[in-house]
């Protein structure tokens, strides 16, 4: 049995590693959702019930079982090897499905395509579990053993993606799994051939009871209702990076599979009554041990990825195994206790796991949070439990439970700031929403301003002044550099204070787009002080970008690609090749695309990868920097360069090219100027072929994250003043102020690469430089009052009047929150008739302030 339990352990490895794969094809189709997830987990689980159940009974009619086993492992080994073909072929009529029905409609037609195309394939494995145990002597003893082994060779299956994709990309890395299930299939048909006509097992058991069968199912349904909300809860702590999702896979069927071979070996009736309590109690005991857990990861520091992923890997064992192993040992228990045949309780239970992951992801989690899905599940598997054992006694520790839970609120999660005691510490939760896309939250700070999270630690946006700043000028860029725009699209709405950037023109078409539902309504309701005006004028789609670009006709001027997560499961394919090609079609004659990327979330290399991917799209790419937010500006047409947005201001009124600026002018903006994208030899990023989701954690961990690394990098392929003057055709009259805006933000760029490499003297005088450069430049006078300010109280101590100086920081830059209420408390201890009109300034500045507001006129 030694090269037959090695071969079903290997189908494990193929299985898994399949369904990861195909998982990975559906969430590119329905885009950064999770639906691709639940449907390929629903498809997979439904196929192996089937099989099974399908060839329970009929199995000892198989003369060959072995050689029907290789027959079948072959030929989802071929269906495999044929699948990128045809998803290649069909993604045209996808696009056009797209086009012609609603997005609701269209995710239902695309759910079950996908369905029932992976529940044949799934049949087929399920299949083989039966025809497994039909070659068998002895089937009832060996089950647990074989499907323990099976679901350990389950856990390789999870983890090989993790290395083919990156290294083959999509379609080899399916196509490689597959010729390993042709391997084990080859291995299957020469153990028949050995075998000779195999003899029959013994007498076959009888059908289990159907009330065990049903119940059986349920826990089945448990099991993959817990595993999707622990999937939620620790890719919120852990992040939900391709690596932790494979990893809480790998520790999930860890224990199912060591549940199964410990119980086929050892087993009594003592054991079999504190199952239910065990798996149930530790569930429990996991939620209550969260904020502790989330407190530790967040203060942990890895030197890799892969001690930050043994180490994540250990905690989840310690939390889950005693859960999963009970899991695990029900299937050899049940089917030893009921004489009868485990693979009708195998089936049930892989149907019942089908309707789990769909009723937690899509009904549970929406309607009642993660938190709440835990404790459903732990009570289904504990009450299942219960009623396989006879003694009442065992029944009594349940009112016990249910005050312990309802004592200590377990089925709420707790806030933000018990989870984030460092970064969050004395913040209130204003606002949380759950569904199977993400958990969005609003997160009030002690000083008043509010965050907006999405799974717990993605930062979207803040209502901070310097960050609404940043925001606005996401919409402020593309804008300036159009000829003359009417309408405009956010690909990602967040707060929606990006839109507010748009407001100096007052004829503009708005539009955005955003995923998540509670983003939504957080920027509706939440954000409104920042917002309101412009957001009422703006048209909201609730969509995914992909959809929504491939059903929509619309043309627009301008399209903004919202900064987004890079890192995270799912999220980079809206930096590839495939979405800028997508959002190109949609741009007008002279339309112009600009994304937006955080660079603290890049090192060099990866940053490359995507300037490479949008230069594929856009060869007339242009760059600008605008703090440490880096601009991909691609125009359909050819670039135009500064004399579009020249004209653009003209048109506009002195206020509104004042708020199209922001106070800048529009040379501060042209001397942002990073020049084109030049072409360079590497990898791009491919919907199919993804390269910086699997590089971006590794460097992350590793410590080559690193802004100073990144802005050294840019430095160095920077144009000439006289060249970027060139590229952007700056008339003669106007080259004296762009050259001073130009040099001004390089010189602010040298400043931030010595203060992070702590040469602080040579930091200061840069800053000194880029201030004397271009004093409009909102980021130079931020750096240079925060230089100042971090002096006064020693330029105080030398006898300068306080009030006097903060007065004077303000001339340099009016929007510091800081510098104002320092000022206003200045004021009202000399009792200054001024005071309260500094407090409103402070207002104006930081509508949301709580101490500004909660101030007595």
């Known amino acids: 049995m030694g090269l037959l339990a090695l071969f079903y352990g290997g189908s494990g490895l193929v299985s898994v590693a399949y369904e990861v794969l195909w998982a990975r094809m559906l969430s590119l189709q329905f885009g950064v959702s999770v639906f691709g997830v639940v449907i390929t987990v629903a498809a997979f689980m439904t196929g192996l019930g089937l099989g099974s159940l399908a060839l329970a009974d009929r199995a000892a009619r198989v003369q060959y079982p072995l050689r029907m086993l290789a027959w079948l492992e072959g030929g989802v080994a071929l269906f495999a090897l044929a699948l990128p073909w045809g998803v290649h072929l069909t993604n045209h009529g996808i696009d056009a499905a797209a086009a012609q029905l609603s997005p609701g409609a269209w995710r239902a037609l695309m759910a079950g395509a996908a369905f029932l195309l992976l529940t044949l394939p799934a049949c087929a494995m399920g299949a083989g579990f039966p025809l497994l145990l039909q070659s068998l002597k002895h089937p009832q003893q060996a089950l647990g053993r074989l499907y323990g082994i099976n679901t350990l060779g389950a856990v ?57 069968v049903l119940s059986y199912a349920a826990l089945g349904a448990a099991s993959l209702g817990l595993e999707v909300a622990w999937t939620r809860l620790f890719g919120l702590i852990m992040l939900r990076t391709e690596y932790v999702l494979a990893l809480i896979l790998a520790v999930f069927l860890t224990g199912i599979g060591l549940g199964s071979l410990i119980a086929a070996r050892r087993h009594s009736a003592r054991w079999a009554m504190l199952l239910p309590w065990c798996g149930a109690g530790f569930t429990l005991l996991g939620l209550w041990a969260l904020p502790w857990v989330s407190a530790w990861e967040e203060q942990a520091h890895w030197a890799s990825l892969g001690m930050a992923l043994l180490v994540q890997g250990s905690v989840l064992l310690v939390l889950t195994l005693p859960v999963t192993l009970v899991l695990g040992a029900w299937l050899p228990i049940l089917t030893r206790q009921s004489q009868s045949n485990g693979l009708w309780l195998y089936g049930a239970n892989s149907l019942g796991a089908a309707l789990g992951a769909v009723v937690a992801g899509g009904l549970l989690i929406p309607w009642v949070g993660t938190a709440a899905t835990l404790v459903v599940a732990a009570f289904a598997m504990l009450l299942l439990g219960l009623t396989w054992n006879r003694p009442f006694r065992i029944w009594m520790g349940l009112p016990l439970l249910i005050l312990g839970v309802a004592g200590y609120g377990l089925a709420t999660l707790p806030p933000a700031s018990a989870l984030l005691p460092q970064s969050l510490s004395g913040s209130r939760d204003l606002y949380r929403y759950e569904d199977a896309i993400a958990m969005t939250q609003v997160v009030e700070q002690a000083d008043g301003q509010r965050l907006l999270l999405t799974d717990l630690q993605r930062r979207d946006a803040s209502t901070e002044p310097t960050a609404v700043f940043i925001q606005a000028n996401q919409a402020r860029l593309p804008l300036l550099l159009h000829p003359e725009a009417h309408s405009i699209l956010f690909v990602g709405l967040g707060t929606g204070i990006s839109v507010t950037g748009s407001a100096a023109y007052p004829a503009l078409q708005r539009s955005a787009v955003e995923l998540s539902h509670g983003a939504l309504l957080a920027a509706q309701r939440w954000f409104a002080p920042l917002n309101q005006e412009v957001l009422d004028q703006t048209t909201l789609y609730q969509d995914d970008a992909r959809h929504f670009l491939s059903a929509s006709t619309a043309h627009y001027d301008v399209i903004v690609g919202d900064l987004f997560h890079p890192d995270l499961a799912g999220v980079s394919s809206l930096l590839s090749v495939q979405q800028f090609e997508r959002t190109r079609a949609h741009l007008s004659e002279q339309g112009l695309f600009v994304q937006w990327l955080a660079l603290n979330q890049f090192d060099p290399e990866s940053l490359d990868v995507v300037l490479r991917s949008f230069r594929a799209v856009f060869p007339q790419a242009q760059l600008f920097l605008d703090g440490m937010h880096l601009a991909l500006v691609g125009p359909r047409g050819p670039w135009l360069g500064a004399p579009p947005a020249l004209a653009n201001l003209q048109r506009l009124n002195p206020r509104q090219r004042l708020e199209a600026t922001a106070g800048e002018g529009e040379m501060t903006w042209l001397g942002r100027y990073w020049g084109p994208i030049v072409a360079s030899p590497g990898p791009v990023q491919d919907e199919w072929a993804p390269v910086i989701e699997f590089r971006l954690p590794r460097v992350r961990y590793g410590g080559s994250v690193g802004a100073s690394a990144l802005l050294q990098h840019l430095l160095e392929v920077r144009p000439r003043v006289e060249q970027a003057q060139a590229l952007l055709h700056i008339a003669p009259a106007q080259q004296p102020g762009f050259q001073r805006a130009y040099i001004g933000t390089e010189l602010l760029v040298r400043s931030w690469i010595a203060a992070m490499r702590g040469e602080s003297s040579q930091a200061d005088r840069l800053v000194g430089l880029a201030f004397d450069a271009n004093p409009h430049d909102r980021w130079t006078a931020y750096a240079l009052s925060d230089l100042m300010l971090a002096h006064l109280d020693g330029a105080v ?56 507001r909660s101030a007595k006129h």
């Open 156 to 212: 390789l299956g999870a983890l090989l993606p993790l290395i083919l994709l990156p290294w083959l990309g999509w379609n080899l890395a399916l196509r490689a799994v597959a010729l390993l299930g042709l391997g084990v299939a080859l291995g299957f048909w020469v153990l028949s051939r050995g075998a000779g006509t195999v003899l029959g097992p013994e007498p076959t058991p009888q059908r289990p009871p159907a009330g065990l």
């Open 797 to 852: 101590a030398r006898g300068l009047d306080r009030q006097q100086a903060l007065q004077k920081l303000l001339q340099i830059n009016p929007n510091l929150t800081d510098v104002l209420r320092a000022l206003w408390h200045e004021q009202i201890q000399r009792q200054d008739p001024q005071a309260e009109a500094t407090r409103q300034r402070l207002l104006q500045s930081s509508p949301l302030d709580r101490e500004a």
